[in-house]
């Protein structure tokens, strides 16, 4: 019991670091122009279209296509980790996180990046559809599951299966809300977030990052960046890439729907 009540508390502080990375500037990816950007090197125009409206793999897109095109965003995230804005864009700047260093922040803002583009380019809805400064708790939820995934939390890559799951079983062109807030994957939310914290502080600090002045605008080492960031990159999109959702002729009648009470108790076993 004190186990589980530490990883909630733990998982509160997580969600607090990633709501402020969210709110970096150049952190949220406009689906529709990256899209468009991705895959117009590819693309017929109405190819591009449907891709927009319902996911490159309803548009037919070839698998070696989105590869390719994933691969060259992770490329260039990877080239850019070190020089995102600072947290001068973030209401209030440090003291809405306390005393989590600046640069901790910004990685996980470079994360949030890399998650939205594999995302998009294998045919998840849009994750920032309310163009507001908050970020509603699906969305939140969502990218809890994503870090997860890249941070090797093997629970969250079910979680992300099961969203994936709901997504295309119900043609769904947004997140499923009620699943990632109230419903069968919020219990597994709640786990991976705790785990991420703990995760962080023992992965990230452990490799030199808390050392760094926690000042504005401090950066990462490229040592580190290349050692954490491209293979968490590469794992998302391994993930990603193995779901149903990214396959060509996945919105059918037999698309998997969840078993509440199946989710309900592999979230309690782990």
Same mark, same amino acid.
């Given at each position: 019991?004190?186990?589980?009540?530490?990883i909630?508390? @733990?998982? /509160?502080?997580?969600?607090?670091v990633?709501?402020?990375?969210?709110?970096?500037?150049?952190?949220? +990816?406009?689906?529709?122009?990256?899209?468009?950007?991705?895959?117009?090197?590819?693309? *017929?125009?109405?190819? +591009?279209?449907?891709?927009?409206?319902?996911?490159?793999?309803?548009?037919?897109?070839?698998?070696?296509?989105?590869t390719e $095109?994933?691969?060259?965003?992770?490329?260039?995230e990877?080239?850019?980790?070190?020089?995102?804005?600072?947290? /001068?864009? $973030?209401?209030?700047?440090?003291?809405? $996180?306390? *005393?989590?260093?600046?640069?901790?922040?910004?990685?996980?803002?470079?994360?949030?990046?890399?998650?939205?583009?594999?995302?998009?380019?294998y045919?998840?809805?849009? #994750?920032?559809?309310? @163009?507001?400064?908050?970020?509603?708790?699906?969305?939140? /939820?969502?990218?809890?599951?994503?870090?997860?995934?890249?941070?090797?939390?093997?629970?969250?890559?079910?979680?992300?299966?099961?969203?994936?799951?709901?997504? @295309?079983?119900? !043609?769904?062109?947004?997140?499923?809300?009620? @699943?990632?807030?109230?419903?069968?994957?919020?219990?597994?939310?709640?786990?991976?977030?705790?785990?991420?914290?703990?995760?962080?502080?023992?992965n990230?600090?452990?490799?030199g990052?808390?050392?760094?002045?926690?000042?504005?605008?401090?950066?990462?080492?490229?040592?580190?960046?290349?050692?954490?960031?491209?293979?968490? /990159?590469?794992?998302?999109?391994?993930?990603?890439?193995? #779901?149903?959702?990214?396959?060509?002729?996945?919105?059918?009648?037999?698309?998997?729907?969840?078993?509440?009470?199946?989710?309900?108790?592999?979230? !309690?076993?782990?």
């Amino acid at each position: 019991m004190t186990e589980t009540k530490e990883i909630e508390n @733990a998982g /509160s502080n997580f969600t607090q670091v990633l709501d402020a990375a969210a709110k970096l500037p150049g952190v949220r +990816i406009n689906r529709t122009a990256y899209l468009r950007t991705a895959l117009k090197r590819h693309c *017929t125009e109405e190819q +591009i279209e449907t891709a927009i409206a319902d996911g490159p793999a309803a548009a037919g897109i070839p698998l070696k296509v989105i590869t390719e $095109i994933a691969n060259t965003s992770i490329a260039y995230e990877t080239s850019k980790v070190t020089g995102l804005s600072t947290l /001068s864009g $973030i209401p209030g700047g440090l003291a809405m $996180i306390g *005393t989590v260093p600046a640069d901790l922040v910004q990685y996980l803002g470079h994360m949030l990046r890399i998650a939205q583009k594999l995302a998009y380019i294998y045919s998840w809805p849009d #994750l920032f559809a309310d @163009a507001g400064e908050e970020i509603d708790e699906a969305t939140q /939820s969502m990218l809890i599951l994503f870090v997860g995934v890249m941070f090797g939390v093997q629970m969250a890559q079910g979680g992300v299966m099961k969203v994936a799951n709901l997504v @295309a079983a119900n !043609v769904a062109k947004k997140l499923p809300q009620r @699943a990632l807030t109230k419903g069968v994957v919020y219990p597994i939310v709640k786990k991976v977030a705790g785990h991420l914290s703990m995760k962080m502080t023992k992965n990230i600090f452990a490799s030199g990052v808390a050392k760094a002045i926690p000042i504005v605008g401090a950066v990462l080492s490229g040592g580190l960046t290349l050692s954490t960031f491209l293979p968490m /990159s590469k794992r998302l999109q391994k993930h990603l890439a193995s #779901l149903e959702l990214t396959k060509p002729g996945h919105r059918t009648e037999e698309a998997e729907v969840i078993d509440a009470e199946v989710i309900h108790q592999e979230a !309690v076993r782990n």
